[in-house]
């Protein structure tokens, strides 16, 4: 049984010092207790180790210190001094609900054939106050296709079987941003997908985070969806390819065009995104919004 299990819990950070025991307690205090927990500090340069200090003396913490090379280097080093059945994650400023691990681990037991279980999550400001999240659709069974166009499973909330790590390996280290849908890509390949309905992770929002730099993000969706279609030709129909595509177009379109207001660049990743999926109305719907958009900075300025 799977409830029974040892779960090994990866906790990369870098200079969260501030926010780590929070995070801490929040997998110590957990009602699943066979767990062992790896904290790789990054290279900190601020108390994160003094942090981590009191939790030692708990033998379910064990604390790596490396130079400072990039998270999916952080996190690769967890999962190689791992030893648990299971894996399962938080980032060092986020916080998990006590039932988390004692909720997902049954659902393995579904079928042999799931090698992630993820759940919902919701969000907090960087005080720890909880604030809107936007809400999504989740698929469960065999989720490629819909994975390719958008990337809905709930990174850090998810929790994955030893053997898909075995099979298809760690996190890709050329990947800065990106890492865990790249890895969910893969084991999708492979394995099922499960979806529980419940908020099991708390992920915190604060000015300044990486997650804010969409270009560097949509650089390497793009990658990552080329290197998935390469490795996998053929397992997903083209229709969907086609869709991913126009999807990705449009989601740069519509930062470029809305936020940045570069509405040349803009129009051409629209173009990029209609050239796959002419029918695309999302994208023909940002369209409309930056001429309007347009339009009006045109009339205000006049």
Request: proline share 4%; glycine share 6%; net charge positive.
């Amino acid at each position: 049984m799977a409830k029974d299990k040892q779960v090994s819990v990866v906790c990369a950070c870098y200079n969260m010092g501030k926010y780590l025991p929070e995070a801490i307690r929040s997998v110590l205090d957990q009602r699943h207790e066979n767990i062992e927990l790896l904290i790789v500090d990054d290279g900190s340069i601020d108390d994160t180790r003094a942090a981590v200090k009191p939790f030692l003396a708990d033998d379910r913490v064990r604390y790596f210190h490396q130079s400072n090379r990039g998270q999916a280097k952080a996190k690769n080093k967890g999962l190689r001094e791992s030893s648990g059945d299971f894996i399962a994650f938080i980032d060092a400023d986020d916080l998990w609900t006590p039932d988390k691990l004692e909720k997902q681990l049954p659902c393995f037991d579904r079928s042999p054939a799931i090698g992630v279980v993820y759940t919902n999550v919701t969000r907090m400001d960087e005080h720890g106050v909880i604030i809107p999240t936007p809400k999504m659709n989740y698929y469960s069974g065999r989720i490629s296709g819909r994975l390719l166009v958008d990337n809905f499973v709930t990174g850090m909330a998810s929790m994955i079987k030893r053997e898909c790590l075995d099979r298809v390996g760690l996190f890709d280290e050329s990947f800065p941003m990106g890492i865990d849908y790249d890895l969910w890509l893969r084991i999708s390949a492979h394995y099922e997908f499960y979806y529980l309905d419940e908020i099991t992770y708390l992920y915190r929002q604060w000015p300044g985070q990486m997650s804010h730099n969409y270009r560097k993000r949509m650089d390497c969706a793009i990658r990552i969806m080329n290197k998935f279609l390469s490795q996998y030709p053929g397992l997903v129909d083209q229709g969907t390819v086609s869709e991913a595509w126009a999807h990705t177009y449009t989601t740069s379109a519509n930062g470029i065009g809305l936020v940045e207001k570069k509405v040349p660049e803009a129009l051409k990743e629209y173009a990029k995104a209609l050239r796959w999926k002419a029918s695309y109305l999302p994208a023909w719907k940002g369209l409309a919004r930056l001429m309007l958009a347009s339009l009006s900075r045109g009339k205000a300025a006049s």
